[in-house]
């Protein structure tokens, strides 16, 4: 289908009547639509494999760990808590606004929302987020990445078929389409991708004063801190099946490793084996290996590590024809260099080496630079490790582990500046499509006259007396 900005505006304004019609404002209803939402994913999961083998060469179990499971795991999290999340909430008013001592906050949802998901998870990030959405009383205009072209048709089939468009619909198309979804009204909008493209989204909304939520990548990219008295082995084998995952395509994948000057030799041979182990000695041969999402993306990976290639000490091959590069190690890189200030979103790895007793001055330099969206440290040293992890400020992390503080249910994942702004997950997806709204019951009689007029002459002591008690 050809969209034309007048196309676009109609489907928004029909979500908006839906939304007034009040439909989704019953919390039943939304149940009803997340377990259609569950059991179209679960129909069609066969499909979506294959759309996620075409797009990214993903295999079907990393297919299933990474884009289906989850989605299956959110939506079920959201059938599970809904009804809590959903129930008003009464307060104490206070004697202040005696005698009317009932409040109640209601969890409203914002109205028509739209999600523009990336191309790296184009089934979790796109229907993950459509959960909160729905779990949140909203309609849905969902804007998918053209560079996944068969996963976004396989989620236009699973959403037209299970969804009417006046509720839901998934639009497809380049960035000149994006641009016209940007250019209506909308309530809520949320954007997963990169920090350039959020500072875009974040401008249309300002436009209407648009509640928006941006998951970013982070400017700088995410930190790997291997310290002197970290268990190598372990950390070698979790560096790199992270790594090796969606081929470095994802946001709160390690951009850079920092180890410990004391350690680099052996942590460096310990993860080539790893990799070895885990993908074989020629990745780019390996079928189960994922690849980079276009050309485009091949060629850029390939220019960046022909520019280090002297300082290649694994890896630094592909398969242009079937876009696989081989994770790739590049040793010593410093910590100015513009490799590591920059997301690479792709297999290279710049290791840079540091002296363990210089910690504090290297976390002072990270500190320094734009947010990551997650960072990770391996030590033994768990005072250390706490104290870094309380005080730094990121979307989330690990100790002595990488990526699967994601997979913990009831906590948020969220980014702060460039990383992002806003969360999801769970409860926390649920408060970001609702606003709380405050309303205060009032009493006829009984009602004192300390807010009134006058204020001065004989009531004046009295009143503020009173004032000040209340207030306490």
């Not at 050809?2 to 404002?25: C, D, M, N, P, W």
């Not at 979307?395 to 997979?407: A, D, F, K, P, T």
């Not at 913990?408 to 969220?414: A, L, Q």
Request: with cysteine; net charge neutral.
């Amino acid at each position: 289908m050809t969209y034309t900005h007048e196309i676009i505006q109609k489907i928004v304004a029909t979500q908006r009547s839906f939304f007034r019609s009040g439909v989704t404002l019953d919390v039943k209803w939304r149940l009803q639509q997340l377990k259609k939402l569950k059991a179209a994913v679960i129909a069609r999961e066969e499909e979506l494999e294959k759309a996620l083998y075409e797009d990214l060469g993903r295999s079907k179990t990393e297919a299933y760990i990474c884009d289906i499971g989850p989605v299956i795991v959110e939506i079920n999290e959201s059938i599970h808590g809904l009804k809590k999340w959903a129930r008003p909430e009464k307060h104490y008013s206070g004697l202040l606004c005696f005698p009317s001592m009932c409040t109640t906050v209601y969890k409203m949802p914002y109205g028509v929302s739209l999600i523009i998901s990336p191309f790296n998870f184009p089934v979790l990030l796109t229907l993950g987020v459509l959960a909160a959405s729905i779990a949140g009383g909203n309609t849905a205009v969902i804007k998918t990445s053209s560079k996944s072209a068969a996963s976004t048709k396989a989620l236009q089939k699973l959403i037209a078929d299970t969804f009417p468009e006046s509720y839901i619909t998934v639009i497809d198309g380049g960035h000149d389409v994006a641009d016209m979804c940007l250019a209506q009204r909308y309530d809520k909008i949320f954007y997963t991708g990169s920090p350039a493209i959020g500072k875009h989204v974040l401008a249309e909304a300002a436009k209407n004063l648009t509640s928006v939520a941006l998951e970013l990548g982070g400017e700088n990219g995410n930190w790997c801190i291997v310290r002197k008295d970290a268990d190598i082995t372990d950390a070698a084998r979790k560096i790199a099946f992270f790594k090796l995952c969606n081929a470095g395509q994802i946001c709160i994948n390690i951009n850079q490793i920092a180890v410990a000057d004391e350690i680099a030799d052996s942590f460096n041979e310990a993860l080539k084996k790893e990799f070895i182990r885990q993908i074989g000695e020629k990745p780019e041969e390996n079928e189960e290996y994922p690849k980079l999402i276009n050309d485009f993306a091949y060629d850029k990976c390939q220019k960046l590590a022909d520019e280090y290639k002297d300082r290649i000490i694994f890896g630094g091959t592909g398969n242009r024809e079937t876009r696989r590069f081989a994770p790739t190690m590049i040793y010593p890189v410093t910590n100015d260099e513009d490799i590591v200030n920059h997301e690479l979103f792709c297999p290279l790895l710049p290791i840079v080496p540091f002296k363990d007793d210089e910690i504090d001055s290297l976390m002072e330099i990270i500190a320094d630079r734009e947010h990551p969206l997650a960072m990770y440290v391996f030590t033994s040293d768990m005072r250390w490790a706490k104290k870094i992890m309380s005080s730094m400020q990121y979307g989330g992390g690990c100790i002595n582990e990488v990526c699967i503080h994601m997979m913990v249910k009831g906590v948020p994942f969220n980014g702060v500046g460039h990383s992002g702004m806003g969360a999801y997950h769970g409860v926390w997806g649920f408060r970001e499509f609702t606003h709380p709204t405050t309303v205060l019951k009032g009493k006829k009689h009984f009602n004192l006259p300390l807010r009134e007029h006058p204020y001065s002459g004989k009531y004046e002591k009295i009143k503020m007396s009173l004032l000040k008690k209340f207030e306490r």
